[in-house]
């Protein structure tokens, strides 16, 4: 792997690794403020709940001779804006009860209650949306006489609020949260979306460098062949004349040698041809399962097994050069498949695209070498020149079509050429 591929890489996860932990850390904030939103609320509601009682107080003294009715509604009225919605006084000598508003946990208890010597009993409840507050006063010392007293003394205070406050505070905490998340999910997304465009780009200037590296072997091989078509033709013809005037012997036999090796280096000749070719696809109207069939026949007709089933009646290829992809695969599947074992060949739709498959029953792709089938000489066969499957995908890929090479579950290795509609 290249240097730049792997910096590309590191880039991309870098970035998506820091723009996680951005996110995590503004989550994390946000979370630890809500957390201290929501652990506070107990005292901002009880603060409330004393701004209240001081209130209350003030305009207790200020009265004298205790809050009536009428004042204490006057009150609860004021203080509505800021979320009081009940209050009760309950005169612990006398039993007397003064209250306003409406209770949502059930009226003030007329009873007066027993508290700790020391101090107040303060009653801290949660009654759906509101707080209820109660504050008690403290029991009477004892004494010798255990009746009760009539004499005024601090009333027992019940206040019912809504905690408007410490609402507004945890609201803010909320809308923090929410957005802290979306904001956290869209750099996380931004992230992955730049990751993934680097991922590309890296991946675009690979298929790049392979086409272009394609590029000037092609061009090498096209001036290659051209240069060895010439000499290999008078030297085969020179052979061949050689071992028609030649008597049978071993001097005949090196001759005939001699041709052979001229007609491989001629078929490896046509091959770097084909490779280099790369004029136009020309499409026209062919029955695919009479194509088929056709090359099944040069191969050999005794050993192809043709389905045509679901094959499309008329479909645009370029024929000359489709033929030229399927006598290749049908050739290679022959020469691995055992000389009693058949090739099976078939042609179907897929939805608007044509598949011709070819199957063999040999020992299938070398495991681990699949992806390099396509790789221009590359060759798991002794005499082989590695273009064969090499022009075949050049050939698909300009119809716009892929071929795929992989292992049959049965045995065998299967070739598929899926083509497109024009």
């Known amino acids: 792997m290249k240097l730049s591929s792997i910096g590309t890489r590191w880039a991309a996860w870098g970035l998506f690794a820091?723009?996680?932990?951005?996110?995590?850390?503004?989550?994390?904030?946000?979370?630890?403020?809500?957390?201290?939103?929501?652990?506070?609320?107990?005292?901002?509601?009880?603060?409330?709940?004393?701004?209240?009682?001081r209130?209350?107080?003030?305009?207790?003294?200020?009265?004298?001779?205790?809050?009536?009715?009428?004042?204490?509604?006057?009150?609860?009225?004021?203080?509505?804006?800021?979320?009081?919605?009940y209050a009760a006084l309950l005169d612990p000598g006398r039993g007397r009860l003064v209250e306003a508003g409406l209770a949502a946990g059930g009226p003030a208890d007329r009873r007066p209650a027993e508290a700790p010597a020391a101090g107040r009993d303060v009653e801290l409840l949660h009654i759906g949306a509101r707080i209820r507050l109660v504050v008690r006063p403290p029991a009477p010392p004892p004494g010798p006489s255990a009746a009760p007293s009539h004499h005024a003394g601090p009333p027992t205070i019940t206040l019912e609020y809504e905690p408007v406050l410490g609402e507004q505070l945890a609201a803010e905490a909320r809308r923090t949260l929410r957005w802290s998340?979306?904001?956290?999910?869209?750099?996380?997304?931004?992230?992955?979306?730049?990751?993934?465009?680097?991922?590309?780009?890296?991946?675009?200037?690979?298929?790049?460098?392979?086409?272009?590296?394609?590029?000037?072997?092609?061009?090498?091989?096209?001036?290659?062949?051209?240069?060895?078509?010439?000499?290999?033709?008078?030297?085969?013809?020179?052979?061949?004349?050689?071992?028609?005037?030649?008597?049978?012997?071993?001097?005949?036999?090196?001759?005939?040698?001699?041709?052979?090796?001229?007609?491989?280096?001629?078929?490896?000749?046509?091959?770097?041809?084909?490779?280099?070719?790369?004029?136009?696809?020309?499409?026209?109207?062919?029955?695919?399962?009479?194509?088929?069939?056709?090359?099944?026949?040069?191969?050999?007709?005794?050993?192809?097994?043709?389905?045509?089933?679901?094959?499309?009646?008329?479909?645009?290829?370029?024929?000359?050069?489709?033929?030229?992809?399927?006598?290749?695969?049908?050739?290679?599947?022959l020469e691995a498949s055992p000389p009693d074992a058949p090739v099976e060949a078939s042609v179907s739709a897929r939805g608007d695209h044509l598949v011709f498959a070819v199957r063999d029953h040999g020992d299938g792709l070398p495991p681990g070498q699949e992806h390099r089938l396509f790789e221009p000489f590359f060759t798991t066969r002794a005499k082989g020149t590695g273009l064969g499957l090499a022009v075949a995908q050049r050939i698909v890929e300009m119809h716009g079509g892929r071929l795929r090479g992989r292992n049959h579950p049965d045995g065998g290795a299967l070739f598929e050429v899926e083509l497109p509609g024009a």
């Open 18 to 53: 820091a723009t996680f932990a951005m996110g995590a850390s503004l989550v994390l904030t946000s979370w630890a403020s809500y957390r201290g939103a929501t652990s506070a609320f107990a005292a901002i509601a009880r603060s409330q709940g004393d701004a209240f009682l």
């Open 55 to 85: 209130g209350l107080f003030t305009l207790d003294r200020r009265d004298g001779g205790g809050l009536s009715e009428a004042d204490l509604r006057a009150f609860v009225e004021e203080q509505s804006p800021d979320g009081l919605r």
């Open 181 to 333: 998340a979306a904001v956290a999910a869209l750099l996380l997304l931004v992230a992955a979306l730049f990751a993934r465009l680097l991922l590309q780009r890296e991946a675009a200037e690979r298929r790049f460098e392979e086409r272009r590296r394609l590029a000037a072997l092609g061009e090498m091989s096209s001036v290659l062949a051209h240069e060895l078509r010439n000499p290999l033709a008078s030297l085969k013809g020179h052979a061949q004349l050689l071992v028609e005037r030649l008597p049978e012997g071993r001097e005949r036999a090196k001759a005939g040698t001699i041709v052979l090796e001229a007609q491989r280096l001629e078929a490896l000749s046509a091959d770097l041809l084909d490779f280099s070719r790369s004029g136009p696809i020309e499409r026209r109207e062919v029955e695919p399962a009479g194509l088929l069939r056709s090359v099944a026949r040069e191969v050999d007709s005794a050993r192809v097994r043709v389905c045509e089933a679901g094959a499309p009646a008329r479909f645009r290829l370029d024929e000359s050069r489709t033929r030229q992809v399927l006598t290749n695969l049908l050739t290679n599947a």
